[in-house]
T-cell receptor, first 117, second 113 residues
Framework: GALVYQYPRRTICKSGTSMRMECQAV??????VAWYRQSPQKTFELIAL?????????EQNFTQEKFPISHPNLSFSSMTVLNAYLEDRGLYLC?????????????FGSGTRLTVL | GDSVTQTEGPVTVSESESLIINCTYS????????LFWYVRYPGEGLQLLLK?????QKGSSRGFEATYNKETTSFHLQKASVQESDSAVYYC??????????FGAGTKLSVKP
C-alpha cells in the first residue's frame, strides 16, 4: 500500500535557526506533494503544493524565502523552515499523491512536530 | 478564497447513537469543488475517509455518509450508529483540480461506551 514517511517526528530548534524536514513516499510515485502546517488551536493550513516538473505553488502568507521546498524525484520531498520563530511552531504534514487532479487521494505522513525555543 | 466551516467540537455522543457533523463550504475560484472528509484517529496520521467530486452524489465509508449538496453548499457527515472506535478528529476539506485541499478546523468526536 501507499505509505508516506516523515522525519524527524519531533524536533526542537532555537529561535532564529533553521530546520529541515523530509517526506518519503513508499510504494507509489508522488507526482505532487502538499505541505501543511497545523499551528496550536488551528487547522491544517496549506503552505505549498509541489508538482514535479512544475513551479512550486505557495499559498498566501507562505513564501519560498521562508519555506524553501525541494522535490527532486517522485519519492522524496523536503522543506526547510528558515529563521524559525515561535509562530512557526506546530505540526508539519506532507501529503503525497499520484496524478495531478485535485480529486486524487492524498496520502499523509504522521508529521514533524516543531518546537521553537 | 476557498474555505470550509464545520461543527465546532468537541462533540460527545454515546455508542450506538446517531451522529451528524456539519460542513459548509465557500468556493470562490471554482463552481463545483471536490469535497472530502479526512479523519485522524488518536496516535495515527491523517487519512481520507471519503470523497465526492460530483454535485448531488453521496460518498460512504465505514458506515459514514456525506452528500454533496450544491444548493446549500454543504457536505455534512452522518452515521446512523457510532462506535467507540469512531472517536477521532474529523476534517472537512475542499479541493480543486491542480491544487491541494483546504481543511476546516476539525471536529473532535468522543464516543462514550
Amino acid at each position: 500500500g501507499a505509505l508516506v514517511y516523515q522525519y524527524p517526528r519531533r524536533t526542537i530548534c532555537k529561535s532564529g535557526t533553521s530546520m529541515r524536514m523530509e517526506c518519503q513516499a513508499v510504494g507509489f510515485q508522488a507526482t505532487s506533494v502538499a505541505w501543511y502546517r497545523q499551528s496550536p488551536q488551528k487547522t491544517f493550513e496549506l503552505i505549498a503544493l509541489s508538482t514535479v516538473n512544475s513551479a512550486i505553488k505557495y499559498e498566501q502568507n507562505f513564501t519560498q524565502e521562508k519555506f524553501p521546498i525541494s522535490h527532486p524525484n517522485l519519492s522524496f520531498s523536503s522543506m526547510t523552515v528558515l529563521n524559525a520563530y515561535l509562530e512557526d511552531r506546530g505540526l508539519y504534514l506532507c501529503g503525497a499523491r499520484v496524478g495531478l487532479g485535485g480529486a486524487e487521494t492524498l496520502y499523509f505522513g504522521s508529521g514533524t512536530r516543531l518546537t521553537v525555543l | 478564497g476557498d474555505s470550509v466551516t464545520q461543527t465546532e467540537g468537541p462533540v460527545t455522543v454515546s455508542e450506538s447513537e446517531s451522529l451528524i457533523i456539519n460542513c459548509t463550504y465557500s468556493a470562490t475560484s471554482i463552481a463545483y469543488p471536490n469535497l472530502f472528509w479526512y479523519v485522524r484517529y488518536p496516535g495515527e496520521g491523517l487519512q481520507l475517509l471519503l470523497k465526492v467530486i460530483t454535485a448531488g452524489q453521496k460518498g460512504s465509508s465505514r458506515g459514514f455518509e456525506a452528500t454533496y449538496n450544491k444548493e446549500t453548499t454543504s457536505f455534512h457527515l452522518q452515521k446512523a450508529s457510532v462506535q467507540e472506535s469512531d472517536s477521532a478528529v474529523y476534517y472537512c476539506a475542499l479541493g480543486e483540480d491542480n491544487n491541494a485541499p483546504r481543511f476546516g478546523a476539525g471536529t473532535k468526536l468522543s464516543v462514550k461506551p
